[in-house]
């Protein structure tokens, strides 16, 4: 074998482009029929909901401005003067929730049904880097409204990167405070951070997510459905138009759920108003500032253990994700499924059950 092929026909194997024709793709792509083929629906939503927020997020930048003078007065303005504004606003706010909930539900799924495996390796790290995209989507998103939650909130999860130079030997305990300021922008959360998180959220994310969605779609195209099932699977349906037919309904049933939230329940109601009040930079934090609720789960962890805990752990798990392909190679279906239902477990019980479990471990000190 020439060092070539060497190199070469992994990289053929993992992007194989011969394949990039309307035929493979799209006429002969078969979708296998399973206990799990409901799986299959989720990367589609999650689409769905990108979608979603690309339209919304454009029409919202037609009114919102990105100063600390403006933000919030331009945010009360969509909401309640421009016609459709607060539909427009609430859907992209369900939407940001919504769209967490699926991409942590389809990691879980693809997990579980080992579609990380050989030669798929690229369609899981892609995932990967655009479930971190999806969170730090919400996170500078959330800075946006300038009012009092949304801007003491970021100070608070700002000040835990800072946390972490405590653990840090010599020189280099400086560089988590100089990565604070550099997305600060100065000492404290202002018009700079602001600005930052601004083009972070419009345009820099944006065109991120572009590239790897991009590249996650070519390649779960390129290969095709993978099996899902440990046993040998003898029913398909046909991609096109059987199994898109299915994903379209979905995706109208699914949007028009949204919809009816995004016009009954204002995003602003699950919070006092008080958290909702324009940001005062001269006054006090005020009670109840807490991340959004799927952040709950390292949140609350963070508020009962020691903080190097949860940093040693972040940083495992992270080198986990990316390295699932190599490190369970060699594991069942039923062994990943259990390991992913656990995952799920522990996230629905941070995220319903944390704050009484703070309460419960302080309270008993
Ligand atoms: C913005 C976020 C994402 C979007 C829009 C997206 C979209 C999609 C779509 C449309 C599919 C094909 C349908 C399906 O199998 O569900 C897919 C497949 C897949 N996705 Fe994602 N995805 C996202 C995030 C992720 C994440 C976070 C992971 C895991 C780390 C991941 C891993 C996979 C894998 C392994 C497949 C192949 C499934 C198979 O071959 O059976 N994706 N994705």
Redo the contacts with the bound molecule.
């Keep these: 074998m020439s060092i070539f092929s060497k190199v070469l026909d992994p990289m053929r194997e993992r992007l194989p482009l011969d394949k990039f024709n309307l035929k493979s793709m799209v006429y002969n792509k078969k979708v296998p029929q399973h206990k799990m083929k409901w799986?299959?629906?989720?990367?589609?939503l999650?689409?769905l909901?990108?979608t979603i927020q690309l339209i919304t997020g454009l029409l919202l930048l037609f009114y919102y401005q990105p100063t600390t003078e403006e933000a919030y007065d331009s945010v009360k303005f969509i909401t309640e003067q421009v016609p459709g504004g607060a539909v427009i606003r609430n859907l992209h706010a369900w939407t940001s929730s919504a769209?967490v909930l699926i991409?942590?539900l389809?990691?879980l799924?693809?997990?579980a049904?080992k579609?990380?495996e050989k030669p798929?390796e690229i369609?899981?790290?892609?995932?990967?880097i655009?479930?971190f995209?999806?969170f730090g989507f919400s996170f500078t998103g959330y800075l946006l409204p300038w009012h009092q939650l949304s801007v003491n909130a970021t100070k608070v999860a700002l000040e835990f990167i800072g946390v972490v130079g405590q653990y840090l030997p010599g020189e280099y305990s400086k560089i988590p405070h100089q990565i604070v300021e550099l997305i600060q922008g100065g000492a404290t959360v202002g018009q700079e951070t602001l600005s930052r998180f601004f083009a972070i959220h419009v345009v820099i994310l944006p065109l991120c997510?572009f590239a790897f969605?991009g590249m996650?779609?070519l390649v779960?195209q390129l290969?095709?459905?993978?099996k899902?099932v440990d046993k040998e699977v003898t029913v398909h349906e046909k991609f096109f138009p059987d199994f898109l037919i299915k994903d379209f309904s979905l995706w109208a049933i699914v949007f028009f759920i949204l919809f009816v939230l995004a016009i009954t329940i204002p995003i602003d109601s699950f919070f006092p108003y008080p958290l909702m009040e324009p940001y005062n930079p001269l006054g006090s934090t005020p009670e109840g500032i807490k991340p959004e609720w799927y952040f709950f789960f390292i949140y609350y962890p963070m508020e009962i253990l020691p903080f190097w805990i949860i940093l040693v752990a972040s940083i495992v798990l992270v080198i986990i994700?990316f390295l699932?392909p190599k490190i369970f190679a060699g594991t069942s279906r039923k062994t990943l499924a259990f390991l992913a239902i656990l995952a799920f477990i522990y996230f629905v019980i941070m995220t319903v059950f944390g704050e009484s479990i703070v309460t419960l471990v302080k309270g008993g000190h």
Excluded: D, K, Q
Aim: glycine content about 12%; aromatic content about 16%; hydrophobic content about 60%.
């Design positions: 799986a299959y629906y989720l990367g589609g999650a689409l909901f990108f769209m991409v942590i389809h990691l799924t693809t997990f049904m579609a990380f798929r369609t899981w790290v892609t995932g990967v655009l479930l995209i999806t997510i969605l996650h779609l779960v290969h095709g459905m993978s899902g994700l699932v």
